[in-house]
Every structure is written in C-alpha cells, then in structure tokens.
C-alpha cells in the first residue's frame, strides 16, 4: 500500500473518519496532522458508534498505532474523554497512540475569546464551533503559545500561564467586557492533565519517519475540508489551519516524497456548517430531505448541515490544490431516494461561465450554479459492494463526476458501516 493523504474536498463532514477507518485495515500508522477539537470524525465499529475530536479514526484497528500531529492543537481534556471511552469499551491504547509534544494546546482562554469574539460579530459571525481553535492558532503564530511538551515542566508552565494569562485578561476585560480567568486555577488543572497525558507524549517526528525507514504503511488523516483552508477556502469563513493535502507534511514531521497518493473525500451531494456563501446550497424541499435522509447534523455542534446538490467547480479546485489521485464518495446511499438529481457543472458570474472557484468571497457570494439533470435510480444500494451491481444510473452519475474532476474513484461508500464499501483499483 502507497502512503496516503486523505482530505475532505468540500466544506468538512464528508465522511473521512469512515475511509480511514477503512483503509487502516492496509495500514500500520494512522496520523492526525491538523485542526483541533471542532472536527467531528464518526466511526462505527460492528453495533458500536465513535465521535473522535482529535485521536484519529483508526484506533479502532487492534495493532495499529495512532499519532497526533504537532499540526493539531490540542484539548488534553477532551483527548483524555476519549482515550476513557476508547478503553471502556475494550480497546487496548498501551503502545498505540501518541501525541506530538511540540502541538500546541488548547487553554480556557481560547475558549473564552472565541465565544466573546462571536458575539460580539453579530451577523457577521463566523460560525465557530466555540472550541478555541482559532485563538489557539493566533497564539501559535503569535509565538506566545504552550505547548504540550510545556505541560510536563511545572515551573516553566506556571510562568508561561501567569504571563499569557494576564495578556489575555486585558483583552477579554477591556475589548469584550468578560470576567477574568485564574492563572493559579488554570495552572492547577492543566499540570494535572499534564500528568494525565505524559504516557501518551513523545517526539512523534521520529516515530513517524522511523516508520518510514522501516517500509511501514501511513495513513495522514485531515480534518475539516478543503473549502475551510485558511488560504483557499471561503475567506474568512474558513478555519484557522491549512486543510489541504500539503499541511499533512508541515503537520507530522515529514517530507513531501513519503506521500504518494491523496485521497479527497467527498459526498454524493454537498453539506455545509456554519456561515459563509454555498452555490449548491437548497433552501427549500430537496435540502429539507438531503437533511432528513442523510441525517445532516454536526458532529461537533449538533447543528443542521446545509444541503444542496453535488458542486463539481467546488470539488475541482479541490482536486487542483491537493493534488487529487483519487476520490472516495460518500452516502452514496442518500442518492437512492430521489427521481432527478442535479450536478453543478459550472458557475455563471455576471454573464461570464466559470468552470474554477473564484478566490474572492465577493465573487463566491454572486454565482449562480449552472446545473446539469441525471435521471435517479430509485433503487436501495446499501448491499450492493461491486460496482457491477450499482444501478445503471448510479454508474452513469459516478462516471459524470469521475469526468467532471477528472479524477479517478477509488472508493464509494454506501453506509457508515465498514462492509458498506466498494473499492476499486487504487
């Protein structure tokens, strides 16, 4: 098996936990290489279901080691919930999973600015998840972040907090009107994490590229979609890192040469959380029943996912910024209940066609969606694992979308569960 990237190609919830949970099966290591706890990554496992905000998907494969990139920024609270409920249900972590010590963490001050910053946006809100992922960015950037090695170091941890904690109170006090934090709580309840965490922390550039060495088989799993990159997404309705296939070499410690395929992952139709322009975007009865079928809820948040028909200028800019070899199309599935269904092909943009997304937000807020109609199947395709067995018309409109992109699918799943795939040559 070649080192593979998977990325969602859309606006995030496509489905990427269920293929790299897949693929694990072919896999020895299996990495998290960016975002922080606003990801929802869902698995489940024979009767068993799985909500993963930071360990990735195939730690549900005995054997198979997991790392969290330093590209992530990490909630130690929440990576600790799930490490509990990975182990309640009798999975074995010992030897397994390990998280970078140089990630950046996720501090209640983040929290705090994010919520504050929200609020005070109005109509003009992001839509975050509230989570601190944004803040937790700026500090790293900003060159003031911890670190998860600086958990480990009391007395190195105790001056960091004091100081940041203080800068921080300035801004929630002065520019938001919010209470100031404890640095003493703060410190309190993170040198506990800390030691809560120490097991599961190493020098994950090495454990990776030792693994490399050793000829053994790499999964980088990505997080969110290609549409929410800080620099090609919707901006500035986009999350705070980079989605794409590239940050996976930033994120873990590696060399671009030790990735040879980049799997984009994307649904049959198209969904979106939060805020910002959706060309495909249906308001009225078909996205009510996309919704309704697909069971369209964040992961994260529980909010409803917006829903429309499948975007192909959306998924070509994708597959041109990653460096698509292959598409995995999820809930195929939901296609099976409708008559027509609808492709956009192109964008119309003050009188002019477009076959690109436009890089400017002003642009993506102004096109109209030029549709091509495929004839439905109205067949259940839930059992079905060959692409022989697919209905006529099922085949018909993988095969436009595989044109449209011109990239090749490799798998297409027709349910959350893992026999509920059909792989084709990769």
């Keep these: 098996m070649p080192n593979r990237v998977v990325v969602g190609a859309q606006w ?18 299996v990495i998290r290489f ?3 706890a606003n990801a929802g990554h869902t698995v489940e496992v024979g009767d068993q279901k ?42 074995d972590l010992d030897g397994r999973l390990w998280i970078a010590e140089n990630a950046q963490v996720v501090l209640p001050y983040h929290k705090v600015l994010d919520q504050l910053k929200e609020k005070a946006a109005g109509k003009a809100a ?22 998860v090695g600086d958990l480990l170091e009391e007395a190195s941890l105790r001056e ?27 410190f309190a309840e993170y040198r506990e994490l800390g030691r809560r965490i120490a097991p599961y922390v190493a020098d994950t550039v090495a454990i990776i590229n030792s693994a490399l060495k050793q000829g053994k088989r790499l999964i980088f799993e990505g997080a ?20 794409v296939a590239a940050a996976a070499c930033v994120g873990s410690g590696v060399g671009p040469t030790a990735i040879q ?42 909010r409803e996912r917006r829903c429309g028909w499948f975007d192909a200028v959306l998924v070509r800019r994708a597959a041109m910024v990653n460096g698509l070899t292959h598409l995995a199309i999820t809930k195929m599935d939901v296609m099976d209940a409708f008559d027509e269904i609808q ?38 395709t839930v059992e079905v694992r060959e692409w022989k067995d697919l209905p006529e018309n099922a085949r018909k409109y993988l095969t436009r979308i595989a044109d449209l992109l011109e990239v090749p699918i490799g798998i297409i799943s027709l349910g959350p569960k893992r026999h509920q795939t059909i792989q084709l040559e990769m």
């Design 160 to 186: 960091k907090l004091t100081r940041h904690v203080a800068s921080h109170n300035e801004t929630i006090q002065k520019m938001y009107g919010g209470e100031p934090l404890s640095a003493d709580a703060i």
């Design 12 to 29: 995030g919830d496509e489905g990427k936990a269920k293929i790299v949970d897949f693929l694990t099966e072919e896999a020895d290591l």
């Design 261 to 302: 395929q980049v799997i984009g992952v994307v649904k049959a139709y198209t969904t979106r959380v939060g805020n910002g322009p959706f060309p495909t975007e249906e308001l009225g009865a078909i996205g009510k029943e996309l919704r309704l079928v697909g069971h369209e809820y964040g992961a994260t948040t529980g």
């Design 126 to 147: 992001i839509g975050t998840t509230g989570r601190g992922i944004g803040p937790a960015y700026y500090d790293k950037v900003n060159r003031t972040g911890i670190r």
């Design 224 to 243: 969110q979609g290609t549409v929410l990159d800080v620099d090609h997404g919707t901006y500035p309705f986009v999350t705070s890192s980079n989605t």
């Design 343 to 380: 492709v956009c092909t192109h964008y119309e943009l003050d009188g002019r066609r477009l076959d690109q997304f436009p890089s400017q937000i002003s642009a993506v807020e102004r096109v109209k969606p030029i549709y091509e109609t495929m004839p439905g199947w109205k067949s259940p």
């Design 34 to 36: 960016q975002g922080g």
């Design 50 to 91: 799985f909500i993963f905000h930071l360990i990735p998907a195939g730690i549900m494969h005995p054997g198979k080691q997991c790392v969290i990139g330093n590209g992530v920024v990490l909630d130690p609270a929440q990576v600790l919930n799930e490490i509990d409920e990975v182990r309640s249900k009798g999975f």
